[in-house]
């Protein structure tokens, strides 16, 4: 297992439209958690899930944002009708359960709306 | 609410030196502190941690100390080495799922 993957690793769209990221974790990680990274800021928390439930999302999550972990493996996270101020990197991470176990990320996904 | 702080954005040291980045935090609830260092193109990468019940966290090059009267922690690089040069991010956590970053700090250590 070589970590946690995201794809793609670049998204360029036109506002209005919908965009999909997928991240598979680390095969034994139960937790997986999706972040967004601005310029100049440190990753902000936007949802976890533990196995297939999603357990906690941030206000950041307006209703345009979903995300899935259907089968408790990978997961997808859902922009629709993006805006330009959804430019960001949009970094998954993954943990195992027990105790303040550190996450792992992935090397995000940078989406770019014009 | 920027409840995880660094203040400075950059630091430069020379190689063989230490290099000493701080951390401030408002939220005296977090029981967990990490400090992830990010290349460019790539994903935070794990580095030390330490908990809120311990001062100071040893590995290697990379030292953590916390100081919780303060809400105040640090991490010394001795020696500081070329490939050391990213921009690191300290985090704290308040249960399982509420990790907040600070903004990072980049560090250039010079050869």
């Known amino acids: 297992d070589t970590g946690v993957s995201q794809n793609p690793r670049h998204k360029i769209t036109k506002r209005g439209q919908n965009v999909t990221f997928r991240c598979d974790p680390i095969?034994?990680?139960?937790?997986l958690y999706w972040y967004r990274q601005t310029l100049g800021q440190g990753p902000e928390f936007l949802t976890y899930?533990?196995?297939?439930?999603?357990?906690?999302k941030s206000r950041l999550l307006s209703d345009r944002f979903s995300a899935e972990r259907p089968k408790g493996s990978f997961s997808t996270l859902e922009i629709q009708r993006t805006e330009q101020g959804d430019s960001a990197m949009y970094l998954c991470?993954?943990?195992?359960?027990?105790?303040?176990?550190?996450?792992?990320f992935g090397n995000g996904t940078r989406l770019t709306v014009t | 609410d920027q409840q995880v702080k660094q203040n400075s954005p950059s630091l430069s040291v020379q190689e063989g030196r230490i290099s000493i980045l701080n951390c401030d935090y408002t939220?005296?609830?977090?029981?967990?502190f990490l400090w992830y260092k990010k290349y460019p193109a790539e994903g935070p990468t794990f580095l030390i941690s330490?908990?809120?019940?311990?001062d100071k966290n040893e590995d290697g090059r990379f030292t953590v100390f916390l100081n919780k009267s303060a809400k105040h922690l640090s991490l010394h690089i001795v020696p500081s080495q070329p490939g050391d040069s990213a921009v690191y991010f300290c985090?704290?956590?308040?249960?399982?799922?509420?990790?907040?970053f600070g903004a990072g700090t980049r560090l250039t250590v010079k050869p």
């Open positions: 939220n005296s609830m977090f029981d967990y």
């Open positions: 095969s034994e990680h139960n937790r």
């Open positions: 991470a993954s943990s195992l359960v027990q105790g303040n176990s550190p996450l792992h």
């Open positions: 899930f533990q196995n297939e439930a999603q357990l906690e």
């Open positions: 330490i908990s809120s019940i311990k």
């Open positions: 985090a704290a956590i308040l249960g399982f799922s509420d990790m907040r």
